[in-house]
Nanobody, 123 residues
Framework: VQLVESGGGLVQPGGSLTLSCAAS????????MGWVRQAPGKEREWVSG????????DYAESVKGRFTISRDNAENKLTLQMNDLKPEDSAVYYC?????????????????RGQGTQVTVSS
């Protein structure tokens, strides 16, 4: 299983970034996927997830209305569009693969994750 994130960087508050995750080594179209983040000195935080079919996204309250998760099962690609970014969104963002096709209650019970991409929101 390989999950490779890209798209992180430095952005001003109110700005936007698009994160991508290229997946390989497993049947992408049968796995629920998601994004989690971790800031220095803080606990891991689940950000967003989506079922295998891509028709049931879910978001943490802290990002709802600002972030959009999507997937392309033909391209084995997961995307997180992040708008109206805030300094508290700064963290390393990880792409995560879940062991089933749907999201379960424990959003942090993913099976695999990538190496992460840094997002820094600062003026």
């Amino acid at each position: 299983v390989q999950l490779v994130e890209s798209g992180g960087g430095l952005v001003q508050p109110g700005g936007s970034l698009t994160l991508s995750c290229a997946a390989s080594g497993f049947t992408f179209s049968t796995s629920a996927m998601g994004w989690v983040r971790q800031a220095p000195g803080k606990e891991r935080e689940w950000v967003s997830g989506i079922n295998s079919a891509g028709d049931s996204p879910d978001y943490a309250e802290s990002v709802k209305g600002r972030f959009t998760i999507s997937r392309d099962n033909a391209e084995n690609k997961l995307t997180l569009q992040m708008n109206d970014l805030k300094p508290e969104d700064s963290a390393v963002y990880y792409c995560a693969r879940y062991p089933f096709s749907i999201l379960f209650k424990n959003r942090l019970a993913y099976q695999n994750r990538g190496q992460g991409t840094q997002v820094t929101v600062s003026s």
